[in-house]
Nanobody, 121 residues
């Protein structure tokens, strides 16, 4: 089985920073794209940032210039550095990864459990 475990959420004041981490573990053959999504109360889940296995990135317009996604392939980990946080960034943030299972050789779409980010004074 494959698991994604997120960490780094919390409460921060407007203008502050947080760094989210998501580590994949288990029966991993290879990891393709990884990304971060978020879901605010009453809203649909949306893509925040994505990164390919080769390091190409894409961002939602609302976070461009403030958030940076990166990955450490040796550690099977993806990060989201969030700067200049705004109250509208408040949401549950979910890690996502496309992973080929080492045992079954099937490629699946995996999600973390989510971590709360609250931006408030």
């Amino acid at each position: 089985q494959v698991q994604l475990v997120e960490s780094g959420g919390g409460l921060v004041q407007p203008g502050g920073s947080l760094r989210l981490s998501c580590a994949a573990s288990g029966s991993i053959f290879s990891i393709y794209a990884m990304g971060w999504y978020r879901q605010a109360p009453g809203k649909q889940r949306e893509l925040v940032a994505g990164i390919t296995s080769g390091g190409s990135t894409n961002y939602a317009d609302s976070v461009k210039g403030r958030f940076t996604i990166s990955r450490d392939n040796a550690k099977n980990t993806v990060y989201l550095q969030m700067n200049s946080l705004k109250p509208e960034d408040t949401a549950v943030y979910y890690c996502n990864a496309i992973i080929k299972d080492r045992t079954s050789l099937r490629t699946g779409d995996y999600w973390g459990q989510g971590t709360q980010v609250t931006v408030s004074s």
